[in-house]
């Protein structure tokens, strides 16, 4: 496969040269190579991204930012001097994969123990290929056998590229990966920039960061074993700390893994900003046997000259156009009910049969039953493990109440914890080495439970077949896919000690290797990623996840935070958002009005008690569904503009826009009044200025009466809404006339 001279280009050539559209020699490709520069250009429908070798057979980073339409500007890749005995070459070089090595003093890409003791890797390029909009680029270690090759991928439409590397040992003997990273971008150096992150915990998710870079390192990670609530595996770094939702240049990356991830956003004592990403190298230990190789995660990123919301509209192209497990054939999300809130370990045939009846009537699509109805699990001090029936909650098994489900016109989904054991049940009883442990030493409790090893093979096909035997005899479309706790105590006594730290990786290949396996052999199986609510949120889960649960934290107003960071990032489409009863989190309570339209902004499900509701709340919530659904495709697919951010006031607004811009429809909410403060004039955007729009609202809240409204007058005039006191909401519809 591996050809040095291996081309496509040719082909495009041929290609834009028949079609006459060649104007530029590089306009129809997305990856070329530039024999004068000997450079590569990457190039998406605004950016461009460019690596070339240097004098010293250096794989170097040239540039990366808005689109360059001449190759010939750009002088051949050259590497930096050294600055002083202090500061060599190697750390002054935009080196685009720097093996720890020589003088190298900033965050390696890869660093490395080698059989005889040599920890020393200089790393030079050796050969190329490019297929499509992938490019390979295969590097080798001035000495030993030890290649690396860095595989480029190309989404012109998304302005995005994936980086990853793959590390293989060609020596004969075993060599130790201490650090293994996809990769390290570039930004323009000596310019001043601001760093947006997401940080957050258990209920209190996402919550956006924003600090100016300065020299050193801010670690972006996770040491516990999953993605983690605490900080969030994607950046986004603005010039001159000054953009917007609309404005500014930004450059952003997120990273694809489910386990231990680092990204280090650097600024060098030469004011270069450099953002490393990939395994954490915390308790990092991969040993490579000869002939073995690893591949590392996923690493995404972009530039948009559009602000913040041109970031996020951005990645959501990404994940529904490339990622999602439904990308090639997209579908709106179902509305769904979960009777977690209602019931909690209570469950039972009749009583799920009950609420089931309930969601059907107020037209929810899909019925799922959460904890509870396995093993001896009547609280959470039993039973994980067990993914057997409980007999005394329904002794008939679930078919009765699925059957039932079925006929009122839903599908049913049931909730699962794969990866934990309670120390109280049949599985510990017999395998309790199949627990993650030290020999000899405490084995930590989290929500009395243990963690499995499923970096073992016995531990994933056990959990495998626990679940497929569950869905061959089940009409189960729709598996949520809980982790409540992180790692402790990784011990894996079973291998060879140097091979033990290998847990980190293996386990989170076997998750994902149970998920996709379940996918092809259920058809139609859908899966919500969860993890205590938001803590497993990343571009590798969502490769083989539908949607994730945001947040345990439900309540609404908190839910408007939590709901504007995870949508910097990730899709509207996969955040689910349920409508529960008041008083909620906080203590607050909130009209069910509010918490329909706060939940609407995403993929909405409902959590509430249906036994408890009144008439009144069961006719609104059956409006408001059937509203949604006459929105919904908008919502999940469309492009998000926040036009009022809830951490800057007392009024949040959001305007999602169809992407072919036949609908757009404003969500708007006032969480406490002050001072009769009057209400700000809102501004559409991203409409077509001389189309007319015709107005629908749910309510009488929208001060302008018109029918319709051209696009100029909707985004530059704007619309007043009379939201008045505590948590007052709506929604307005437009459609292009
Ligand atoms: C976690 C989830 C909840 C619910 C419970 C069940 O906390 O986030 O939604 O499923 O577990 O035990």
């Known amino acids: 496969m591996k050809n040095k001279l291996f081309f496509t280009r040719p082909f495009f050539l041929l290609t834009a040269a028949i079609l006459g559209v060649c104007s530029a020699a590089n306009a129809a490709d997305a990856v070329h190579y530039s024999p004068t520069q000997k450079a590569w250009f990457l190039e998406t429908e605004h950016t461009t991204y460019v690596v070339g070798v240097n004098e010293n057979g250096e794989l170097q980073n040239m540039y990366w930012g808005e689109k360059l339409t001449r190759d010939e500007d750009l002088a051949p890749a050259h590497s930096n001097p050294e600055w002083a005995s202090f500061d060599s070459s190697a750390t002054t070089t935009n080196l685009e994969y720097p093996g720890w090595g020589g003088r190298l003093y900033t965050e390696p890409s890869l660093k490395v123990t080698l059989a005889d003791g040599v920890r020393d890797l200089v790393l030079k390029y050796d050969s190329q290929q490019i297929e499509g909009n992938t490019l390979r680029l295969t590097c080798k270690d001035i000495k030993y056998n030890l290649t690396v090759t860095l595989i480029y991928r190309v989404y012109p439409e998304e302005d995005i590229i994936r980086k990853s590397s793959t590390i293989e040992n060609h020596t004969k003997q075993v060599v130790t990966l201490e650090s293994a990273q996809s990769g390290v971008w570039y930004l323009p ?79 060098t004592p030469m004011h270069q900003v450099r953002i490393t990403g990939g395994y954490n190298d915390f308790d990092f230990s991969y040993p490579l046997k000869p002939g073995e190789h690893l591949d590392t995660p996923e690493y995404y990123a972009g530039y948009s000259d559009g602000g913040f919301g041109g970031v996020s509209n951005s990645l959501y192209r990404l994940e529904l156009n490339e990622i999602l497990p439904d990308h090639e054939h997209p579908h709106v999300r179902p509305v769904l009910y979960n009777s977690w809130e209602a019931t909690e370990f209570s469950v039972d045939e009749a009583g799920q049969k009950t609420l089931a009846e309930k969601a059907a009537k107020i037209g929810v699509e899909r019925f799922v039953m959460d904890d509870g109805w396995f093993g001896a699990r009547n609280n959470d001090h039993a039973g994980l493990g067990d993914w057997v029936v409980n007999k005394q909650k329904f002794p008939n098994g679930l078919g009765p109440l699925i059957r039932y489900v079925n006929q009122l016109g839903m599908d049913f989904g049931l909730w699962f914890e794969p990866e934990m054991v309670n120390p109280d049940s049949d599985l510990y009883r017999k395998h309790p080495d199949w627990a993650m442990h030290f020999p000899g030493r405490p084995r930590s409790e989290a929500r009395n439970q243990l963690v499995l090893n499923m970096a073992r093979d016995d531990v994933r096909d056990y959990i495998f077949n626990a679940i497929d035997k569950m869905l061959s005899e089940n009409n189960i479309k729709f598996i949520k896919w809980d982790m409540n706790r992180h790692f402790s105590e990784p011990g894996w006594p079973e291998v060879p000690i140097a091979e033990q730290k290998e847990i980190w990786i293996k386990y989170v290949r076997n998750v994902y290797d149970i998920m996709d396996r379940l996918r092809q052999k259920h058809p139609g199986l859908e899966i919500e990623s969860c993890s205590g609510g938001g803590g497993r949120v990343d571009l590798g889960v969502l490769k083989r996840t539908d949607e994730v649960w945001t947040s345990d934290n439900t309540e609404a107003l908190d839910r408007l935070k939590i709901q504007e960071g995870f949508t910097y990032a990730y899709s509207p489409k996969v955040m689910m958002a349920w409508v529960t009863d008041v008083p909620n989190f906080n203590g607050r309570s909130t009209p069910l009005k509010f918490r329909f339209l706060v939940a609407m902004q995403g993929s909405l499900g409902i959590g509430a008690n249906l036994n408890k509701w009144s008439p009144e709340e069961f006719d609104l919530a059956t409006k408001m569904i059937s509203y949604y659904k006459s929105i919904r495709e908008t919502v999940q697919m469309g492009n998000l503009y926040r036009l009022f951010s809830p951490r800057e006031g007392e009024f949040t607004a959001n305007e999602y826009v169809a992407r072919d811009g036949k609908q757009a429809v404003v969500f708007a909410f006032l969480h406490s009044q002050q001072f009769r403060n009057p209400m700000p004039a809102v501004h559409l955007r991203g409409l077509d200025a001389n189309a007319i729009y015709r107005v629908k609202t749910i309510d009488d809240k929208l001060v302008e009466k018109h029918e319709t409204y051209s696009g100029s007058y909707l985004m530059n005039h704007g619309i007043e809404f009379n939201l008045t006191g505590d948590y007052d909401s709506t929604a307005v519809t437009f459609e292009r006339q």
Do not use: C
Not at 204 to 210: A, I, N, P, S
Not at 235 to 264: T, Y
């Open 189 to 267: 150096r000596n310019e001043q920039y601001r760093l947006t992150y997401a940080a957050g915990r258990w209920a209190g998710e996402d919550q956006l960061q924003q600090e100016p870079i300065r020299q050193g390192k801010v670690v972006l990670e996770s040491r516990r074993g999953n993605t983690s609530h605490q900080l969030y595996p994607w950046f986004a770094i603005d010039k001159g700390g000054s953009a917007d939702q609309q404005h500014g240049q930004v450059w952003f990356g997120a990273l694809g893994w489910s386990g231990n991830w680092k990204m280090v956003v650097e600024e």
